[in-house]
């Protein structure tokens, strides 16, 4: 638990990442993007990845989705605050996971869309991680 976090923009990094109290991430011309970004890394603070990595494990799954699950988390916390009028395509590259590089993501966006949508279907966050899984498993 912290009280704040600190935001550092170093130039020198390529991508971004996250520490107990503090995100350090590359400046980006994209405003729209540096958001997502902005998020991504926060997520990485706040995503309880360890019981997503315990129910993956248990069923033998890809731990590689627990990273798709913190994109996941980040992209739809944002896309509604992405100024649309001004870039109406918000699926585009640096905002929408990136299908090439976080596994599943195809499979898990619409779990993610709707648990964005209807947050009080779901009772925790452990009941989201079962939807992963429950999902995973049958792809």
Known sequence: ??????????????????????????????????????????????TPSPLVEEELERE??????????????????????IAKPVNPNIERKGVVPNKNYYPKVEELYPIFSDYSENPSDYDDFASLVKKIVLRLKRS
Not at 27 to 36: A, G, H, N, R, Y
Not at 60 to 81: E, R
């Open 1 to 46: 638990m912290t009280d704040e976090i600190r935001v550092h923009f170093a130039d020198c990094l390529n991508g971004g990442f996250a520490w107990n109290d503090s995100i350090a991430f590359a400046t980006l011309p994209d405003i729209e993007v540096q958001k997502k970004f902005l998020a991504h890394e926060l997520s990485e603070l706040i």
């Open 60 to 81: 033998g799954l890809n731990l590689g989705i627990i990273h798709t699950v913190v994109d996941m988390l980040a992209y739809f916390s944002v896309k509604d605050f």
